[in-house]
């Protein structure tokens, strides 16, 4: 349990000034859970203060006995990377069972859980689960819920334009990522769940970074070894939200996860500002060869397509993941996140395998 960081810090909904986006005369049928509806509340948070975090995957047993219930299946997706579980309910476990959901998302990356209850949560509930796994997370401009910040929400529906915006001056919406990197202590074991989805489209598809610094020559693993790179958070987002003010952090390029030991790239291309000590030019070239290693390796990823009743939890530390903008249809996309932070990142020493 992270020390600093309240289990679940909700404030009462009295204390904020908010504005509901609804998507009234869609075309398609209101959303199915209004409580989950974005919103942009300007709620002011003070500065994130460093707090010890423990992962709960120390303390779990590896046979993973509350995770192999009769009746359950564990389905392998790719021989690294991702797991589809049934015949577990996620809201039902125990402590020792979440612990070994943090080991088993720790070691297989990306964890795809079918026939879920969670949308049907009330909202609180869903958060007391996901503070187990660390203090939960408020972004600094992002849609949360009317009622509650510590909801990261993500909606398209009818009269969204992203589609038409996004592509005049793009070919392709993939953009792969690790979430809230811009914090002193990012995201670990991760949680997002349906709630509406389009007929097709609109899967998420996950990188495995362990394989892919595994799959660099010795001697470019070693370059990478000690290298930092600068982030900074959002200085605003819609209607100028800013709910805390952003600071700039330094990551190792290469990051070792706490409980497994093992070693993976971590970066973000898109909101860093740079590799520290090196020039423009040459930390372009660097972050421009490590963004296209992680999106062009297929044989290192997992598409997860969306249904009803699917919860996705995945460990931030060791992967990177991109969502696809496919469809035109108009249909309603809408998901949820609860994210809970972790420790800082930290490298070990390089070692040949």
């Given at each position: 349990?992270?020390?600093?960081?309240?289990?679940?810090?909700?404030?009462?909904?009295k204390?904020y000034?908010?504005?509901v986006?609804?998507?009234g005369?869609?075309?398609?049928?209101?959303?199915?859970?209004?409580?989950?509806?974005?919103?942009?509340?300007?709620?002011?948070?003070p500065?994130?203060?460093?707090?010890t975090?423990i992962?709960?995957?120390?303390?779990?047993?590896p046979?993973?006995?509350?995770?192999?219930?009769?009746?359950?299946k564990h389905?392998?997706i790719?021989?690294?990377i991702?797991?589809?579980?049934?015949?577990?309910?996620?809201?039902?476990?125990?402590?020792?069972?979440?612990?070994?959901?943090?080991?088993?998302?720790?070691?297989?990356?990306?964890?795809?859980?079918?026939d879920?209850?969670f949308?049907?949560?009330?909202?609180?509930?869903?958060?007391?689960?996901?503070?187990?796994?660390?203090?939960?997370?408020?972004?600094?401009?992002?849609?949360?819920?009317?009622?509650h910040d510590?909801?990261?929400?993500?909606?398209r529906g009818?009269?969204?334009e992203?589609w038409?915006?996004f592509?005049?001056?793009?070919?392709s919406?993939?953009?792969?990522?690790?979430d809230?990197?811009?914090?002193?202590?990012p995201a670990?074991?991760?949680?997002m769940?349906?709630?509406?989805?389009?007929e097709?489209?609109g899967d998420?598809?996950?990188?495995?970074?362990v394989?892919?610094?595994?799959?660099?020559?010795?001697?470019?693993?070693?370059r990478?070894?000690g290298?930092k790179?600068?982030?900074?958070?959002?200085?605003?987002g819609r209607?100028g939200?800013?709910?805390?003010?952003?600071v700039?952090v330094?990551?190792?390029?290469?990051?070792?996860?706490?409980?497994?030991?093992?070693?993976?790239?971590?970066?973000t291309?898109?909101?860093?500002?740079?590799?520290?000590?090196?020039?423009k030019?040459?930390?372009d070239?660097l972050?421009?060869?490590l963004?296209?290693?992680?999106?062009?390796?297929?044989?290192?990823?997992?598409?997860?397509?969306w249904?009803?009743?699917?919860?996705?939890?995945?460990?931030?530390?060791v992967?990177?993941?991109?969502s696809?903008?496919?469809?035109?249809t108009?249909?309603?996309?809408h998901?949820?996140?609860?994210?809970?932070?972790?420790?800082?990142?930290?490298?070990?020493p390089?070692e040949v395998?």
């Amino acid at each position: 349990m992270a020390a600093g960081i309240p289990r679940i810090p909700i404030p009462g909904p009295k204390a904020y000034n908010h504005e509901v986006e609804t998507q009234g005369g869609d075309k398609w049928p209101a959303a199915t859970h209004q409580n989950y509806l974005p919103a942009w509340r300007n709620t002011k948070y003070p500065p994130l203060e460093p707090f010890t975090h423990i992962d709960p995957g120390h303390k779990a047993d590896p046979l993973f006995p509350d995770l192999h219930p009769p009746g359950s299946k564990h389905t392998l997706i790719n021989p690294t990377i991702g797991t589809k579980i049934s015949g577990v309910q996620l809201s039902s476990l125990s402590d020792a069972g979440k612990d070994q959901l943090a080991l088993l998302a720790a070691q297989r990356k990306v964890l795809v859980f079918r026939d879920q209850d969670f949308a049907d949560l009330p909202i609180e509930k869903a958060l007391d689960f996901g503070s187990y796994f660390g203090g939960l997370h408020v972004h600094q401009s992002s849609a949360t819920t009317a009622s509650h910040d510590q909801i990261h929400i993500v909606h398209r529906g009818a009269g969204d334009e992203t589609w038409s915006r996004f592509f005049k001056g793009r070919c392709s919406h993939v953009s792969f990522h690790t979430d809230v990197i811009t914090e002193e202590q990012p995201a670990g074991t991760t949680f997002m769940y349906i709630l509406d989805l389009p007929e097709a489209g609109g899967d998420t598809i996950f990188a495995d970074q362990v394989q892919a610094y595994n799959r660099l020559s010795p001697g470019f693993q070693e370059r990478l070894h000690g290298l930092k790179a600068r982030y900074a958070g959002p200085d605003g987002g819609r209607g100028g939200i800013c709910r805390r003010e952003s600071v700039v952090v330094e990551h190792p390029l290469v990051r070792t996860h706490p409980v497994t030991g093992e070693k993976a790239l971590y970066f973000t291309k898109g909101s860093c500002q740079g590799i520290i000590g090196y020039k423009k030019e040459e930390s372009d070239m660097l972050l421009g060869f490590l963004a296209n290693h992680t999106s062009g390796g297929q044989d290192f990823q997992v598409r997860v397509k969306w249904k009803k009743g699917t919860v996705v939890v995945w460990d931030n530390r060791v992967t990177s993941h991109s969502s696809i903008l496919d469809w035109e249809t108009g249909e309603r996309r809408h998901l949820a996140r609860i994210t809970p932070l972790a420790e800082k990142p930290f490298e070990t020493p390089f070692e040949v395998v």
